[in-house]
C-alpha cells in the first residue's frame, strides 16, 4: 500500500514565526504536488515538484523535493493570517496512472 | 476559463436513498476524478474517468458508481446511503491523469 505521511498534523502558531510541514512516503513518485484547502472549499494547487533535489519557491512558501522523490517538505517564512488552512500533499506513484496518493493533511493555524 | 463545477453544493438525503452528483470540469480537461474527504480519512480517491472511460477506481464498495459523458461532464451516484457516506464529495479535472489536479467546491452530502 502505497502511503503518504504527513507532519504534523496540526500546527498552531503565532504570526511572524516559520514553520515547516514534512511529507514522507517510502515509495517513489515520479512527481509530487501540494495544495491548500480553506473551509468549505476545494483544494487549490501550489506547487508541483518533480526532480529530486528541486527547491520551488512562491512568495514567502518554499517546497523541496527529496533526493530519492520519496519525501517533500513545504517550509513557511513569516506566517500570516492568510496562510491558514489546510495543506495536503500529493504524490503520482512511478508505474501508476490516474490516481494521486494523497496525504492526511496538515492543518494550520496562524493567530494574529 | 470557468473553474470546476460541481452541484449541488449542499444535500441532505435519508439512509436507503441515493443521491446523484454532478461535476463540470475545466474546459479542454478531459479528465476528471472523485474524491471522498472525511475528517477521519481524509481524502480518499473514489474513481477517476478520461474520455468516457473509467481508468482508474479506489476501495469503496460498489454502491459508489460514475460516468462521464462526451462533453467531459461527469456524474457519480451512491445508492443505498449509509450514514457514514455523509462527507465532502470533491470533483477535480485535469489535462492528463494524476497531473495538476483543479478542484471543484465539493458537494456536503449529509446522510441522516
Known amino acids: 500500500t502505497q502511503l503518504l505521511e504527513q507532519s504534523p498534523q496540526f500546527l498552531s502558531i503565532q504570526e511572524g514565526e516559520n514553520l515547516t510541514v514534512y511529507c514522507n512516503s517510502s515509495s517513489v513518485f515520479s512527481s509530487l504536488q501540494w495544495y491548500r484547502q480553506e473551509p468549505g472549499e476545494g483544494p487549490v494547487l501550489l506547487v508541483t515538484?518533480?526532480?529530486?533535489?528541486e527547491v520551488k519557491k512562491l512568495k514567502r512558501l518554499t517546497f523541496q523535493f527529496g533526493d530519492a522523490r520519496k519525501d517533500s517538505s513545504l517550509h513557511i517564512t513569516a506566517a500570516q493570517p492568510g496562510d491558514t488552512g489546510l495543506y495536503l500533499c500529493?504524490?503520482?506513484?512511478?508505474?501508476?496512472?490516474?490516481?494521486?496518493?494523497f496525504g492526511q493533511g496538515t492543518t494550520l493555524q496562524v493567530k494574529p | 476559463k470557468a473553474g470546476v463545477t460541481q452541484t449541488p453544493r449542499y444535500l441532505i438525503k435519508t439512509r436507503g436513498q441515493q443521491v446523484t452528483l454532478s461535476c463540470s470540469p475545466i474546459s479542454g480537461h478531459r479528465s476528471v476524478s472523485w474524491y471522498q474527504q472525511t475528517p477521519g480519512q481524509g481524502l480518499q480517491f473514489l474513481f477517476e474517468y478520461f474520455s468516457e472511460t473509467q481508468r482508474n477506481k479506489g476501495n469503496f464498495p460498489g454502491r459508489f458508481s460514475g460516468r462521464q459523458f462526451s462533453n467531459s461532464r461527469s456524474e457519480m451516484n451512491v445508492s443505498t446511503l449509509e450514514l457514514g457516506d455523509s462527507a465532502l464529495y470533491l470533483c477535480?479535472?485535469?489535462?492528463?491523469?494524476?497531473?495538476?489536479?483543479?478542484f471543484g467546491p465539493g458537494t456536503r452530502l449529509t446522510v441522516t
Open positions: 477535480a479535472s485535469s489535462l492528463v491523469s494524476y497531473h495538476e489536479q483543479y
Open positions: 515538484v518533480v526532480t529530486g533535489g
Open positions: 500529493a504524490g503520482a506513484p512511478l508505474g501508476n496512472t490516474g490516481k494521486l496518493i
